[in-house]
């Protein structure tokens, strides 16, 4: 099936003959639904805490930020913001040259309270000969949209978001980058006052993010008493998967090559595995509010990292003491009650395993990463949501699951999805390392069943691509995990360009 040139391919990919047919494979047959036990919700898997709960969980987390740990933040920041842009993309090709949509008639009617308003104006003065006034006034709008998107303007149609000016200040403007400096600074700094924020970046914008960062650093770090350790790293080609063709085969380019394609965010499962660190905070580049705005992330962003070394510190106790075999059917009982309540992890039989069986059940389940993550109340949002899933292993534990891994063709199921009260808005902190200090090896926890097919096309052919199991869902699958209810006020995301228009976007 392949030849000689594929597996010279294969090699400088980093991939096997194996690994590709197993991709092919998983395209071919898909991947199962998952099997559902309920929607969690508030008392059934999400946790809610009062004031008096918060304020303990803050002072437990700052201190830990205190005592000699390494905290870091990880924003995954890859990848183009054209989606951001569609329908400024969708104005330009349209055979009229006014706005007609509703969109196009807000991103007009509130151009001046955009971030970027100076630079287009400037930019478009340069191109044009005249400023965005001008243009509008005139009916030019296109020449106002091409400088925002196109290179000879602020090219914003190519940059990721982590690049793009989102906030206004006094006299600046703030891109959603030194927004999670200023936010890392706020909540993950650590005893010796140094921030960690890896990003996880493209290879062709991770120079303008080393420049963005350089120049910015100084003036950070002056602001907020701390010194800043950024880093990077970009998606790795071993990650990448690749694209069949209709009939199940690998689809080929022009050339003969085999197409592979970026696998999704479930890849940067990789990078988080190559950082050295206790704790690690993950949130979207694109879900960050102004300073005025901040206090709610802060608190509670706080809080979820006060539970984590909490949950944290328990299970290793109980760790070390199955490690010590001088456990009592009272203690283990006490194990039990923790990996079924606070852990949701539930399994039928368990009555029926003797002292020691339950005890290396008990080590197992508790022994591996964990991760506390946000949820807000459900309002509509497109994505993934908490769930109870059933396990290879007969067990129920807790998830975040995309609807393409639910069937939604069962009516329970779907009534499940479509009733569920609360929504994942990516706000997890990590604990990476096990109750000795060592490092979890991460892809060993991935559930390789799980993932995504998507239908793309490449020069006219279609194509079915493979995405892996995503970051914080298969590619997390087998961590312990608790939910815990954050409010709507901590998701802010800005998924199109007029998002920037909302309140939460704009200055006080």
Not at 357 to 374: E, F, Y
Request: glycine fraction near 8%.
């Amino acid at each position: 099936m392949f030849d000689q040139k594929d597996l010279e391919q294969f090699k400088k990919k980093g991939t096997t003959p194996q690994k590709v047919e197993a991709q092919l494979e998983l395209i071919r047959n898909g991947f199962p639904f998952l099997e559902l036990d309920a929607a969690a919700s508030i008392g059934n898997g999400i946790a809610a805490f009062d004031e008096t709960q918060c304020r303990d969980y803050i002072k437990t987390w700052d201190s830990y930020c205190a005592s000699r740990h390494t905290i870091t933040k990880f924003v995954p920041a890859s990848g183009a913001a054209s989606r951001m842009f569609k329908d400024l993309f969708a104005f330009l090709d349209a055979n009229y040259s006014e706005p007609q949509t509703a969109f196009e008639k807000s991103f007009f009617d509130g151009i001046e309270k955009f971030a970027f308003y100076n630079d287009l104006n400037s930019a478009c003065t340069a191109n044009e000969g005249m400023g965005i006034k001008e243009l509008i006034s005139g009916g030019n709008y296109k020449a106002v949209v091409a400088n925002l998107l196109g290179s000879k303007g602020l090219n914003y149609g190519a940059l990721p978001k982590g690049l793009l000016k989102f906030h206004s200040y006094n006299d600046t403007a703030r891109t959603p980058f030194q927004e999670h400096m200023a936010e890392g600074a706020l909540y993950a700094s650590g005893a010796d006052g140094v921030v960690n924020i890896h990003f996880t970046v493209s290879p062709e914008h991770c120079p303008l993010f080393k420049d963005l960062a350089q120049s910015c650093s100084k003036s950070f770090s002056k602001r907020y008493g701390t010194t800043y350790n950024i880093s990077f790293s970009e998606q790795k080609p071993s990650t990448d998967t690749v694209a069949a063709a209709a009939d199940g085969t690998a689809f080929r380019n022009d050339d003969g090559s085999i197409l592979f394609r970026p696998g999704g965010h479930g890849a940067l499962i990789e990078n988080l595995n190559d950082i050295d660190t206790d704790i690690v905070f993950i949130k979207n580049i694109d879900n960050v509010v102004p300073d005025h705005l901040k206090a709610d992330t802060i608190t509670y962003k706080k809080l979820l990292a006060g539970v984590l070394v909490q949950v944290q510190s328990k299970v290793f106790e109980y760790l070390n003491i199955l490690d010590s075999d001088k456990y009592t059917s009272d203690k283990l009982k006490t194990i039990s009650d923790f990996v079924a309540g606070t852990l949701c992890c539930r399994r039928k039989d368990i009555d029926k395993l003797d002292q020691k069986q339950l005890a290396d059940w008990l080590h197992k389940k508790l022994n591996r990463p964990i991760r506390v993550c946000g949820m807000v109340k459900n309002v509509g949002e497109p994505g993934g949501g908490p769930f109870l899933a059933y396990n290879s292993d007969g067990t129920v534990s807790l998830q975040i699951l995309e609807s393409s891994q639910i069937d939604l063709n069962d009516p329970r199921k779907k009534a499940m999805f479509t009733q569920g009260t609360h929504f994942n808005p990516v706000d997890l902190v990590c604990a990476v390392r096990d109750y000795k200090g060592n490092k979890f090896n991460l892809p060993d926890y991935v559930d390789k069943s799980t993932g995504f097919i998507s239908s793309k096309s490449k020069n006219g052919r279609e194509l079915k691509a493979l995405e892996l199991p995503g970051l914080w869902n298969g590619a997390m699958s087998d961590w312990n995990t608790l939910f815990v209810e954050v409010p709507l006020t901590t998701f802010n995301p800005v998924k199109t360009v007029n998002d920037l228009l909302r309140p939460q976007h704009q200055p006080a």
